[in-house]
């Protein structure tokens, strides 16, 4: 079952298109594909993300224990062998592949978009990263013709495909990006006025009614009171590799602990459907005379 997190940790709904905004963990896209890929064997992931350099210093900066143990297993290997991510860096680069992508029927044949079977999972990584909010000429439509383009793109994959394709979008920064409707009106020849400048709007409410489930990751600011702290050593799955039993490790790190918690919501259900996952999220003490830190690692408080 596909998961945003190491096993055992809660798998998601099933879907054909989902929206993951808010401060989600670095390596939750790459658990997803993981996941995804593992419980099929004819199945294969496809990531669009803007930036090898950020992503691979994000997944550096949060290190994922489960990843570091476990990375170089057979098992994961496998899976691993049927992902594969691209990195292009503009809107226009993103357009083209997303508008380049099929399988090989014998006539044209690209490197990067002629794919031997189609993906039956595609990602679009972090969409706002693109510099989207910078382009003087950008509005609320530049966004959300990415997330066409996308849809189209599995529509015509999912045509030679036997087991569908699934749609999934994570950006952190959705929440917090504002762009015009409209685009501004130029002055006209001979006019020395400045442009008109349009009040920007929050565009997450339009870009989540193109998914059919919306994922919204939380920091939870409560502290971890001594009681809840005992509650949570008795009800708690440690997701992570561990060489100490899970009081132990609250013990040593239980002043690492940020809370966090996940709301999915399916609007078209009537009322709308919502699940909320909460965990708290910790690093592992660094062993004697190690200065790193350790690996951080998922407990779910049930």
Not at 99 to 113: A, E, N, V
Not at 156 to 167: T, Y
Not at 274 to 291: K, N, S, Y
């Amino acid at each position: 079952m596909a998961s945003l997190f190491p096993p055992p940790g809660p798998g998601l709904p099933s879907f054909r298109t989902m929206l993951f905004k808010g401060p989600y963990h670095a390596s939750a896209p790459i658990h997803l594909m993981l996941s995804h890929v593992a419980s099929n064997p004819k199945s294969k992931a496809l990531m669009l993300s803007p930036s090898r350099q950020s992503l691979a210093l994000a997944l550096v900066d949060f290190n994922d224990e489960w990843l570091n143990t476990h990375g170089a297993d057979g098992a994961t290997c496998d899976a691993s062998s049927r992902v594969n991510i691209l990195y292009p860096p503009t809107r226009a680069h993103y357009t083209l592949l997303l508008s380049m992508l099929h399988t090989h029927q014998g006539t044209f044949h690209h490197p990067k978009t002629t794919l031997p079977i189609s993906p039956s999972l595609l990602i679009l990584h972090e969409i706002s990263a693109l510099g989207i909010i910078d382009q003087p000429e950008a509005t609320l439509a530049s966004y959300l013709s990415l997330i066409s383009h996308a849809l189209t793109a599995v529509n015509h994959l999912a045509v030679q495909s036997s087991i569908g394709v699934a749609l999934a979008v994570f950006d952190s920064g959705l929440e917090n990006l504002k762009l015009p409707v409209l685009r501004p009106i130029s002055p006209g020849p001979g006019d020395q006025s400045q442009p008109a400048t349009l009040r920007k709007e929050s565009i997450a409410m339009c870009v989540e009614k193109y998914f059919e489930w919306t994922g919204t990751a939380e920091r939870k600011h409560l502290p971890l009171l001594r009681d809840s702290v005992t509650l949570s050593i008795e009800h708690t799955i440690v997701l992570g590799h561990s060489n100490s039993s899970p009081t132990e490790a609250h013990a040593n790190a239980v002043n690492e602990g940020k809370n966090m918690r996940m709301v999915f919501r399916r609007e078209q259900d009537s009322p709308p459907s919502e699940i909320i996952w909460t965990w708290v999220l910790r690093m592992r003490p660094a062993h004697v005379g190690d200065d790193k830190p350790g690996g951080k690692y998922f407990e779910w408080i049930l």
